[in-house]
């Protein structure tokens, strides 16, 4: 979502490294909201839904709804405009193979994104706090917590400055549990060619760690939770869900800090609160 001139601030605290209106810590510029899941074909086709004038991008899933590979640029579309292709993962000199059958996804109308299993709907923010720091609560912080935290990873859902103390230590890359692109900072060969599996829940220790089990807790997370934490993952590690409300902890009394963010305003160009309320 390109951030909307409704989203200025003009308060001080909110800004983080070039992010006028914070929603990552290192990782990425912009925010990103979900629109849902369409099913892929035995022969690989798919065929679908997107909203017009939104910038598109996609990622196929295996079927654990872990990312293989993303659309690292995305597409988008005026109302009533139809386009396809034969692929566009390869590199600029592979040759895409493709059969002269009619691809089972066009044989059938075009899919509506849906919700993935654990979602009430499939068009939804893309929010820490709700998303991650529950799944955390409920199985990491009765080790991960207090002054002797377990390996030292305190998981608590304690607000920092701008964001959380669990969502600060998760994307340290001195940790080295995920692997995240930096739009912040130093931004060499973040556009190099990647083979699939490279980045993402695919690639995270944090994800490895958790499907085979943190050691001194046999609790396994249920399908629909472990969807939620290798979505935010393959998020590229977002916090925030909306470009509005206060962030900076000192605004902690303020009616708009940190508000729990709905889609419809994650995704609308104007505020949803009035200036002087703001």
Not at 108 to 129: I, M, N, T, V, W
Not at 245 to 268: C, E, I, M, Q, W
């Amino acid at each position: 979502m390109p951030r909307p001139w409704a989203a200025r601030r003009f308060w001080e605290g909110d800004t983080y490294d070039q992010q006028h209106a914070v929603i990552t810590k290192e990782t990425h510029l912009g925010l990103k909201v979900q629109y849902g899941i369409v099913p892929v074909y035995e022969d690989g086709s798919a065929h679908f839904i997107v909203p017009a004038d939104r910038n598109i991008f996609l990622q196929v899933l295996d079927e654990n709804f872990m990312k293989v590979q993303r659309e690292r640029t995305y597409v988008n579309y005026r109302p009533g405009e139809v386009r396809s292709c034969i692929g566009c993962h390869e590199r600029p000199k592979e040759i895409t193979k493709h059969s002269s059958k009619m691809p089972l996804a066009l044989r059938r109308p075009p899919s509506e994104p849906g919700a993935q299993p654990g979602e009430k709907s499939g068009a939804k923010p893309l929010y820490y706090p709700t998303d991650v720091q529950p799944v955390l609560d409920k199985h990491c912080i009765r080790c991960h917590s207090g002054s002797k935290a377990a390996a030292d990873m305190d998981l608590t859902g304690r607000m920092t400055e701008l964001f959380n103390v669990s969502y600060e230590n998760l994307v340290d890359r001195d940790r080295d549990l995920m692997v995240l692109f930096s739009e912040n900072g130093d931004r060499k060969h973040t556009a190099d060619y990647l083979p699939a599996y490279a980045v993402g829940s695919h690639s995270s220790r944090l994800i490895d760690i958790v499907r085979r089990g943190c050691p001194g807790n046999d609790e396994k997370l249920s399908p629909e939770e472990m969807i939620k934490l290798v979505t935010w993952v393959d998020s590229n590690g977002q916090y925030y869900g909306s470009y509005y409300g206060r962030r900076d902890l000192r605004y902690k009394g303020h009616p708009n800090f940190r508000p729990l963010p709905t889609f419809a305003d994650a995704v609308s160009t104007v505020a949803p609160l009035p200036e002087e309320d703001r």
